[in-house]
């Protein structure tokens, strides 16, 4: 079934562990995205990738690293996690990225809570 | 700055029409997305307007003016499974999607 994936669903984490949230779609879609989700603010963008090998910052990036060494693959890192790291995060892919009719399709996100 | 501002939650009967507002400020515009999202899911596609006017699909609706940095989505014949965030998105110069904080609505029968 063609989608995008997420694992995990959800996790507990000590503050200043690592963590990497993994982000897999089956589309062939060039672009990939990672936002948070918090309670009264819309989506913000963490990172995101226009195609395989190009990685760029969107607008909450720090404390986050990404990577994309292929089509379909798309992990988010917290280096040391903190508390203020809490929060849903989601997934998402369109097929360009750079276009103004890409239509995003999201994961159904990883609920992460740091203590 | 960057700015969309949506209502934090509105109500509406079951059968009724109800019509979601989102304003919009930002840096270019390569049009306005809505999607909706149900409690603890992920956020589904809507609709896209990227010229002034309406768009329909179904029971759904959307305007947009871009004059007045202005849009709505128009849900008619209210289901109770309509009961959702709805989220409004403009993508901007850098075709980035910059969000609202999403409307909940609640419908009542």
């Given at each position: 079934?063609?989608?995008?994936?997420?694992?995990?669903?959800?996790?507990?984490?000590?503050?200043?562990?690592?963590?990497?949230?993994?982000?897999?779609?089956?589309?062939?879609?060039n672009a990939m995205y990672w936002y948070r989700q918090d309670l009264g603010l819309g989506l913000r963008?963490?990172?995101?990738?226009?195609?395989?090998?190009t990685t760029g910052k969107g607008e909450v990036p720090d404390g986050y690293s990404v990577s994309r060494a292929n089509t379909d693959d798309f992990p988010l890192t917290l280096?040391?996690?903190?508390?203020?790291?809490?929060s849903v995060y989601f997934c998402a892919s369109s097929l360009y990225g750079t276009s103004g009719t890409d239509t995003q399709y999201f994961g159904p996100g990883t609920r992460l809570t740091v203590l | 700055g960057q700015n969309?501002?949506?209502?934090?939650?509105?109500?509406?009967?079951?059968?009724?029409?109800?019509?979601?507002?989102?304003?919009?400020q930002t840096s270019g515009f390569n049009g306005l997305f809505w999607y909706q999202q149900h409690a603890g899911?992920?956020?589904?596609?809507?609709?896209?307007?990227?010229?002034?006017?309406?768009?329909?699909?179904?029971?759904?609706?959307?305007?947009?003016?871009?004059?007045?940095?202005y849009s709505y989505l128009l849900l008619k014949e209210?289901?109770?499974?309509?009961?959702?965030?709805?989220?409004?998105?403009?993508?901007?110069?850098?075709y980035q999607l910059i969000w609202g904080a999403?409307?909940?609505l609640i419908i009542k029968p």
């Amino acid at each position: 079934i063609a989608g995008i994936t997420q694992a995990p669903t959800s996790q507990i984490l000590a503050a200043g562990r690592r963590m990497t949230l993994r982000c897999t779609q089956d589309m062939r879609h060039n672009a990939m995205y990672w936002y948070r989700q918090d309670l009264g603010l819309g989506l913000r963008l963490i990172h995101y990738s226009n195609t395989a090998g190009t990685t760029g910052k969107g607008e909450v990036p720090d404390g986050y690293s990404v990577s994309r060494a292929n089509t379909d693959d798309f992990p988010l890192t917290l280096a040391s996690a903190v508390p203020s790291q809490t929060s849903v995060y989601f997934c998402a892919s369109s097929l360009y990225g750079t276009s103004g009719t890409d239509t995003q399709y999201f994961g159904p996100g990883t609920r992460l809570t740091v203590l | 700055g960057q700015n969309i501002d949506q209502p934090t939650e509105m109500t509406a009967t079951e059968g009724a029409i109800v019509q979601i507002n989102c304003t919009y400020q930002t840096s270019g515009f390569n049009g306005l997305f809505w999607y909706q999202q149900h409690a603890g899911e992920a956020p589904t596609f809507l609709s896209y307007n990227v010229l002034d006017g309406l768009e329909e699909k179904g029971r759904f609706s959307s305007f947009l003016s871009r004059s007045k940095g202005y849009s709505y989505l128009l849900l008619k014949e209210l289901q109770m499974k309509d009961s959702a965030s709805y989220l409004c998105a403009v993508m901007n110069s850098n075709y980035q999607l910059i969000w609202g904080a999403g409307t909940k609505l609640i419908i009542k029968p």
